[in-house]
């Protein structure tokens, strides 16, 4: 029988003070004491409304989904389960299938007696640190660490936590020890950085809790639905106009870590390739000589005031990349900070001479960051506003106006953006028709046509994506895709098939003084005109390159509760029959011959190989010499390849006469093979 939530409500707080100390919880007296605020229970009671009647998975709130709620609460604070023992998983368990009962009422009481324990738990580890640290370690004794944390279960006693946090810091001390620090550097840097995690854990106010709480709840109806905090909703707008001065990152907080929530299109962190979403920044460094700062522990603020600065100088961050495993040392990248220019995001263009047999072919390549439009302009009847379409349609006609032979659409790393500039630029390749299908949450589907008859470019056309690409970039590869248009090349795309609506909460209560935070809502769903949905599956390309991401680990797929893939009734459409099976299959045995000869082709087989092996491990080693002659392999291993490279001159198969761009294809495999599938294209549809 479900408990009365009215009855608990009175004693709640003194039952579980009483309980907690009956059986050893000890709550610090200078920590403020963490209690919903007034204006929760009706933020509560708001979101559950929403998502009841305008979220698009339409989800009871039952036994089934308090229970997840229960668990994915339980991982938003310890992913790692490095901090709660089993013993207060199984106290808190009674709750599992009551919590929607609360949720209906607003009461979210259980939520901050669990953070309650979970502070108290992250302040008893980090003493531990402090008496660790203080001993050292030993470094020549055998013995590993278990890369399988989130598979074990929840510690039984203090000393089983004890033995995995020493473990977990040892590592820690010989990654600093490999990267060169003594050992009064190691103990200085270890103590500063769990200092800074204990304020950190101990700033957390009301609304922070509220917001770990709410999302737990969110994300079991999809990955995309969550809560914002007053506060964390000022930190997105403003890192909305701020982060266009710095880096180009969008940053998020994953309790102790800082996290790239999103690269934007044409700044210095996009430039550079070397900076993607659920990258961990670990450090931050000014200039190329001042040392590195630790910022594990960090609020989001500090860190983003670190890594702004001015235009012209650098900034270098540590990273620990997202598709690396717990044993990975972290990665230096150089920035320069900038401000991002509307222009710096648009589209550009080049034009790359290609060998193919006999015959050299021109081929245009335009490079799109994202789908872009100046809303502002065009909502003022500006004749020129900038968008998407109409830069790719003034480039278009330039490259004819050098004769090109094809086209390639580069739009790896393109997350998206506006809807109708995917309309439209698929417009500029086809025929009037439909572009793409979206079913709202009451079930009604909307056609989304390309209006306009006239067809701007009907030559050779390859689009390149990769697992970066999604939304609208998946919408116009999907639909050039389904309509035979050109070949799709790459990887396999993201696979983001939803649409979101951004939801103030006091909209839903004006008169209401306290101030509320945000919903942002899935609302509804992408389908191709075929009727298949972009959702989790992505786009697959017809001729598949190699990659270093499976699809459990990242992209939609890899997400909890992400939306299923499904199909609705195809519309009518024409497609072009530009690309048969027959080119397809003549294609792609032309990729595996070059898959078996080109040397670029090779080392990128090579590297995604080891990658994945190094990804594998299921355990590392504890031992300093061990690990040193990992290393010491590893940086052979890349100066081998350095060697090799420079001793050849170029390498590869010669694709281009120009010397610079067959270096550069050289260094970008996947464009390098996009294109000369591209002229293979071209050259069928001359005979």
Known sequence: MKLKINKISVVLWLLIFQTFASQGFVVGDTLPELVPADKHWKETYLINNLLKKNHYRKQELNDSLSSVIFHNYFESLDYNKSYFLASDVDYFSKYEYELDDYIRKGNVDVAFQIFRIFRERANTRIDYVDELVERGFDFSKDESLDL??????????????????????????????????????????????????????????????????????????????????????????????????????????????????????????????????????????????????????????????LIRGKKGTVVRLQVLKFDEGTGALPKEIRLVRDKIKLEEQSAKSEIIPIYNGKETYNLGVITLPSFYINFEEARQGVKDYKSTTRDVKKIIEELQANDVDGILIDLRYNGGGSLKEAIDLTGLFIDEGPVVQVRGSDGSIDINRDEDSRVQYDGPVAVLINRFS???????????????????????????????????????????????????????????????????????????????????????????????????????????????????????????????????????????????????????????????????????????????????????????????EETKLSEDPYLKEGLRLLSEVVKVEAK
């Open 148 to 305: 399988d944390e989130e598979k074990q279960p929840w510690a039984k006693s203090n000393a089983e936590i004890d033995e995995r946090w020493r473990k977990i810091i040892k590592n820690q001390a010989l990654s600093y020890k490999l990267a060169g620090k003594t050992d009064e550097e190691i103990k200085e840097s270890l103590t500063k950085r769990y200092e800074r995690y204990r304020k950190g854990i101990n700033q957390y106010n009301s609304d922070d809790v509220f917001q770990f709480y709410m999302n737990a709840y969110t994300s079991a109806y999809d990955p995309h639905t969550s809560y914002f905090s007053p506060v964390s909703s000022d930190n997105f707008n403003i890192s909305m106009s701020l982060s266009l001065e710095g880096i180009g990152a969008r940053l998020t907080q994953s309790m102790d870590y800082t996290v790239v929530n999103e690269v934007v299109a044409g700044g210095p962190a996009y430039k550079s390739k070397l900076l993607h979403k659920d990258d961990k920044i670990i450090a931050v460094a000014q200039g190329d000589d001042e040392a590195f700062v630790d910022v594990i522990g960090w609020r989001l603020q500090d860190v983003v005031q």
């Open 470 to 660: 999604a939304s609208a970039s998946e919408i116009f590869s999907g639909a050039i895709q389904d309509y035979k248009r050109g070949i799709i090349v790459g990887e396999t795309s993201f696979g983001k098939g939803t649409v979101q609506n951004l939801i103030g909460l006091n909209r839903m209560l004006p008169t209401d003084d306290a101030r509320m935070g945000q919903l942002k809502l899935t609302l509804a769903k992408f389908y191709r005109v075929t009727g298949s949905s972009t959702q989790n599956i992505g786009v697959t390309p017809d001729i598949s390159f190699p990659s270093g991401f499976d699809a459990a680990e990242f992209g939609e797929s890899s997400r909890p509760n992400a939306l299923p893939w499904d199909q609705i009734a195809s519309s009518y459409y024409r497609p072009t029959n530009d690309v048969s099976p027959q080119l397809i299959q003549h294609l792609q045995t032309l990729y595996n011959t070059d898959m078996n000869e080109d040397v670029d082709l090779k080392y990128l087989q090579e590297d995604i190989d080891h990658m994945k092996e190094e990804k594998e491990k299921r355990s590392l080693s504890l031992n300093y010499e061990e690990r040193k002659k990992e290393a010491d392999q590893e940086d052979k291993r890349i100066a081998d390849r350095k060697n090799l490279v420079e001793s050849a001159g170029t390498v590869g198969e010669e694709v281009t006469d120009d010397k610079d």
